[in-house]
Each structure stands twice: as structure tokens, then as C-alpha cells.
């Protein structure tokens, strides 16, 4: 049997008579990192094709991993997916924290 507990507050969710919420993000760059620029357009193509090749070598697996797209995926409980409707984003925890720093 798969074991389920909420991603935010630990709840058990396989035994509890409570429904399971299941959210998924997808994070995924807003930009292509191999498109051709306009201005790209004005130079020679081989010499396009020449830089965009080493566009890429100068990309670190750091870098490469951060635009290759992701998913994330947790589980929650009836009281953490209200919460975390109202703030998918923990803006207001964000916040809250900001404050106290203060
Ligand atoms: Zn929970």
C-alpha cells in the first residue's frame, strides 16, 4: 500500500478519512537560450551557427540544469491546500519574515 503524508504539516493521508490533494508545478525557462537573435540575422549564418555553438560551451551544467524544465510534486491535506491556494507562492510568509527581520 503507498504511503501518503502531507508535504506541509507531516498528516498522515492514507488512513485519515480526509481527501489527498496533489499539487504540480512546473517550472520551465520563459526564454529559449538557443534562439536566433534579430540581430543574429545580419551576420553571416555560418557565423551564427558558429557562435550559438559556443554559446553552449560557455553554459555550465549548472547553467543547462537551471533551464532544463522541472517538476515538483507534494501532497497535502484538506487545511494545507486551502492555505495553499490562497498563497501558492508564500508571498505573505515571505513577508511575514521580512517583517520580523526588522
Ligand atoms: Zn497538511
Request: glycine share 4%; aromatic share 6%; with cysteine.
Amino acid at each position: 500500500m503507498v504511503h501518503f503524508t502531507c508535504d506541509l504539516c507531516g498528516q498522515d493521508l492514507t488512513t485519515s478519512a480526509d481527501p489527498r490533494f496533489v499539487v504540480k508545478i512546473e517550472i520551465a525557462a520563459g526564454f529559449d537560450p538557443n534562439q536566433i537573435r534579430e540581430d543574429d540575422l545580419d551576420d553571416d549564418p555560418m557565423e551564427v551557427v558558429a557562435e550559438l555553438i559556443q554559446r553552449d560551451d560557455t553554459l555550465s551544467s549548472e547553467d543547462l540544469a537551471a533551464l532544463s524544465p522541472k517538476g515538483f510534486r507534494f501532497d497535502l491535506c484538506p487545511k494545507c491546500h486551502g492555505k495553499f491556494i490562497k498563497d501558492p507562492l508564500g508571498r505573505e510568509t515571505i513577508r511575514l519574515l521580512d517583517f520580523s527581520q526588522n
